[in-house]
Nanobody
Framework: QVQLVESGGGWVQAGDSLRLSCAASGRTISNYAMGWFRQTPGKEREFVAVVSWTGAITYFADSVKGRFTISRDNARNTVYLQMNSLKAEDTAVYYC?????????????????WGQGTQVTVSS
């Protein structure tokens, strides 16, 4: 089992930056692709970014490309999502997830473990 805990969310103004963290416990994340997803009320959870289990591959949703970066620190068992130039439409609950030996899948049903989420609110 892998337990994931997100942190770093909050309320910011448009144009600001936030860095989300996802701390894992139970197992090392070095064998897992780590993804970030987000969800707003009444909508399906959507893909934001992923880093493959090797760290060699990253993918981003078109809506965040050029503004968000994803990184992993296997020694700390933590994954980060750096969010710059935030927009009101980035407001959502952000979730991290783990996909065993994943290479960067965008589909939620490929992920084995999920965190509880952290709220990000961007005010315009």
């Amino acid at each position: 089992q892998v337990q994931l805990v997100e942190s770093g969310g909050g309320w910011v103004q448009a144009g600001d930056s936030l860095r989300l963290s996802c701390a894992a416990s139970g197992r090392t994340i070095s064998n897992y692709a780590m993804g970030w997803f987000r969800q707003t009320p009444g909508k399906e959870r959507e893909f934001v970014a992923v880093v493959s289990w090797t760290g060699a591959i990253t993918y981003f949703a078109d809506s965040v490309k050029g503004r968000f970066t994803i990184s992993r620190d296997n020694a700390r068992n933590t994954v980060y999502l750096q969010m710059n130039s935030l927009k009101a439409e980035d407001t959502a609950v952000y979730y991290c997830a783990a996909d065993f030996r994943g290479v960067g899948d965008r589909r939620t049903n490929k992920y084995n473990y999920w965190g509880q989420g952290t709220q990000v609110t961007v005010s315009s």
